[in-house]
């Protein structure tokens, strides 16, 4: 590393936020990078550490100190080429991702870690910028089709690693617009929409087809799916999402967190979802009650505060976490910790160790939620956690809107999964090989549909390792790399 002193000398800077006041007016991002200079020195913390965890901590096996080198070094280029080989989409995890690389990075061990995230953010924009990122179709063609059945980063970074091997890749999307998740699950004040576009249509110039609009399995029949492709990769996510099933729950006013969020985007877009016949689910004045502890909870309060909420109060099943490691989370697994994300910034009321029992109301419409306290209780016959009610706890809170993000179950249970002859596991995801092929001979699966609802970079590791098991399938060998391999020599 060139500068041995850095992680000594430079204290963590992280991207800067537009102010509260200023950013619950829109849906622009809330985040700002540094100028690069000072990214420059964010990348000179880097340590020569010996070994470098924070490659195990990356799902995708990013060359990190390699990168984050060539930043401090001023060789942006270099570092650009470097971050590519192995991450199809810096502009998607430099925004969206929990940077489960800093949480393995090794001088977290004694001061804040490395700002990793923001220098791949940098890096990548500043390739935009400078026009380095381009179209590059492949030199030759296989003369193979594959069909890419989702559009979310999964589905995505597969196709791109199909198309680099020289396969004919067709991708194909329910919805009105590609993205998938990272489209329609994530607002736009924490990934604005043309990031995706800037890169869909690079995707295209590179010979990628992209088919909005189409039910497979509908639309498009399973039958003449496998006569029209020869391969064939299902990343339609995990999206099967789990209820609260309590008295109460058919009241109006009581919505999945998708459904809200789908919605949140559309608005943005100008699309007009009342022509279309779509009742709009609006927070303006409201109530809101946001039951559930994540990301998507989280995403549902930002929304909820930009539209105006009257009050938000966001229920937890479990009691907050620490703030720091516990001898339970050791270093360098990424920890489980309270966070307090921007949208919890903007404003509301968070409860945890509460627990909806019923929904009331009047006229058929939602106004109250009826929860208890609870506890963590002895584990099950299974080792998993359980909780008991605390007595007398009962409590109403006054609700006109309730938005449900307890997470998913998996795949839909749609007729498709059924109709392409995939076996499920026990918890509802499609099984696969260690080459991420399923029963079905030529049929592959990769990201949520296989592995549950996860992260957006995990979701892009599993589209690579998918097309190489796909790439194989096809040719009887294959020159796409394996996690961390990257497509690329390392830069000396």
Known sequence: MGSLRGFIEIPRENPE???????????????????????????????????????????????????????????????????????????????????????????????????????????????????????????????????????????????????RAGHWVTVFERDDRIGGLLRYGVPDFKMEKWVIDRRVAILEAEGITFRTGVHVGRDYPVDQLRRDFDAIV?????????????????????????????????????????AAGIPIIDAAGKDVIVIGGGDTASDCIGVANRQGARSITNFHIWPAPPKERTPEMPWPFHPHLLQVTTSHEEGCERVWSVQTIAFEGRNGHVERVITVDVEPGPPGPDGRRMRREVPGSRREWPADLVLIAIGYEGPERSPLLEALGVELDERGRVKADEHFQTNVPGMFVAGDAHRGASLVVWAISEGREAARGVDQYLMDYTTLPTKGEGDLPLLR
């Open 17 to 163: 936020k537009r102010p509260v006041e200023e950013r619950v007016r829109d849906f622009r991002e809330v985040y700002r990078l540094l100028p690069d200079e000072r990214v420059q020195q964010q990348a000179a913390r880097c340590m020569d550490c010996g070994i470098p965890f924070c490659h195990s901590g990356c799902p995708l096996g990013n060359v990190i100190p390699e990168f984050n080198d060539l930043v401090y070094r001023n060789r942006w280029r270099d570092a650009y080429e470097r971050l590519r080989a192995t991450n199809n989409f810096p502009e998607f995890t430099g925004r969206v991702c929990p940077a489960p690389c800093e949480s393995a990075c090794v001088l977290g061990l004694i001061e804040p870690p490395v700002t990793i995230e923001q220098i791949e953010w940098a890096i990548i924009e500043r390739a935009f910028r400078e026009g380095w990122v381009k179209p590059e179709p492949p030199a030759r063609r296989t003369g193979k089709k594959v069909a890419v059945i989702g559009s979310g980063p999964a589905g995505l970074a597969c196709a791109d690693q199909l198309n």
């Open 234 to 274: 299902l990343c339609t996510g995990a999206t099967q999402p789990r209820d609260v099933k309590v008295p109460g729950r058919e009241l109006a006013g009581i919505h999945f967190a998708w459904e809200y969020l789908w919605q949140a985007t559309k608005r943005v877009a100008r699309d007009d979802l009342e």
